[in-house]
């Protein structure tokens, strides 16, 4: 029975979603425009990154030929592979949403059946009777915050409000979260989450997806930073995922970084966490070297998103996209017979585009594996024909969502 390593890039969309308009998200496009900022040059950064985007090894496995896929064209400065190395194409998402919890359950195989609840824009954004309710329920002296914001900005702006007064940063997004930020020390890192624990109770009949623990450290403005301890807590899928699947029939599943938080620990064996890209990609490559035969991997690669394409950093995505590159051989290596390694994103945030959300878009679908055979799979009609072709791959039965395309690449399935 063979292994299956699903890495997802997360918020690396590739354009081309045909429901864009929708979301207020039409002509975005995360990977051809940091490739077309590259080009020209306005992916430069001194002591970073200078020239064109610089991911060869992705690109021979076909991310190039997946974002013409998805959008008709390659991307400015990606150059065209005649026979890619691997087999690619691209997915539109079916969900109603453009956040982690709807790209990553369909990716699993369990498109979202039912519309999120959201925030309004306005000051304050939270209803009144939930904050009474938090504030009652927590014994807190009352909130800051209350609006949409920037993560990184609103610590900043009332970090230091919030040491004096004892009250957490409150605040959501475009996404269906609930956030909250707090110093780890003067409010307490267990304190945050039996915080967040209480919230994630009360947000629950408006249909939040996500309540989110921000810690913080620092002691002023210019010295505040985020720390590792970040801790989500999402709604259960409302059906078995891949995991679940695999999980049942006896196998393993090791999730990377916050897969654990996004599936609720819901299927999820093994939880393994680190900070940064580069201490994930350690973390994964571990994780592969545990792995039997029926296991999954299933890795996230958080930086792309909440670093990069959050905060509108079109040379920090480069950057790590391009060190992602770098590192890719490392897994290859550690493929053997049978194995299939494939690479996807949740969701878009294209840097170069208007405020700060997710943005709608295909995501890439590419990888390899010692006996596949590289191949066009072509535009999918959903996520969900990813975990299908995992879930085909490790040998289970076919699920209630999504096609498998495993057929296409020949070896044994």
């Known amino acids: 029975m063979a292994r299956a390593f699903l890495f997802v890039l997360d918020s690396f969309g590739i354009g081309g979603a045909p429901d864009a308009a929708a979301f207020g998200d039409e002509g975005a496009d995360t990977f051809g425009h940091i490739a077309a900022a590259c080009a020209v040059g306005k992916g430069d950064q001194a002591g970073l990154r200078a020239g ?49 919890p709807s790209g990553h359950w369909e990716i699993a195989g369990v ?24 504030v009652r329920e927590a014994g807190l002296p009352g909130i800051l915050g209350d609006r949409h914001a920037s993560g990184t900005e609103i610590i900043a702006e009332l970090g230091e409000e919030h040491i004096r007064s004892g009250k957490p940063i409150c605040y959501t997004s475009g996404d ?13 890192l267990e304190r945050l989450y039996e915080l967040c624990l209480i919230v ?10 996500r309540v989110i623990a921000r810690p913080f450290i620092g002691e002023t403005a210019a010295t505040f930073v985020r720390t590792s301890n970040r801790r989500d807590y999402a709604v259960l899928p409302p059906e078995p995922t891949l995991a679940d699947r695999l999980v049942a029939r006896g196998s393993r599943v090791i999730g990377i970084g916050k897969i654990g938080d996004i599936f609720a620990h819901q299927g999820i064996s093994e939880t393994r966490k680190a900070a940064g890209n580069m201490a994930l990609f350690d973390a994964t490559l571990g994780a592969m070297d545990d792995t039997r035969d029926g296991d999954l991997v299933f890795a996230n690669f958080v930086d792309f998103d909440m670093n990069f394409g959050h ?12 060190q992602f ?5 490392e897994a290859i290596a550690k493929l053997r017979r049978g194995d299939l390694l494939l690479i996807t994103a949740d969701h878009g945030c294209d840097p170069s585009w208007r405020g700060t959300d997710h943005t709608r878009e295909c995501v890439p679908i590419f990888g390899t594996g010692p006996d596949l055979t590289p191949a066009a799979v072509g535009l999918r009609k959903t996520f969900a024909d990813i975990g299908e072709t995992v879930a085909a791959h490790l040998g289970l039965a076919p699920g209630r969502h ?6 296409l690449l020949g070896g044994d399935a």
Do not use: C
Request: hydrophobic share 45%; aromatic share 10%.
């Open 52 to 100: 064109p985007l610089a991911i060869p090894n992705m690109i021979a496995l076909g991310l190039g030929e997946a974002a013409r896929t998805a959008t008709g064209v390659l991307p400015a400065g990606i150059e065209a592979v005649a026979s890619p190395a691997g087999f690619y194409g691209a997915a539109q998402e079916v969900s109603d949403g453009k956040d982690t």
């Open 111 to 134: 498109p979202v059946p039912f519309k999120w609840g959201y925030f309004p824009h306005t000051i304050p954004t939270f209803p009144a009777d939930l904050t009474a309710a938090i």
């Open 176 to 188: 269906s979260v609930f956030q909250i930020a707090a110093h780890e020390t003067h409010f307490g």
């Open 200 to 209: 994630r109770r009360l947000v629950d009949p408006l249909v939040i997806g």
């Open 311 to 322: 905060r509108r950093d079109i040379p920090g995505y480069a950057d790590a996209l391009e």
């Open 325 to 329: 590159d770098r590192r890719l051989p």
């Open 402 to 407: 999504g096609t498998s395309f495993r057929h």
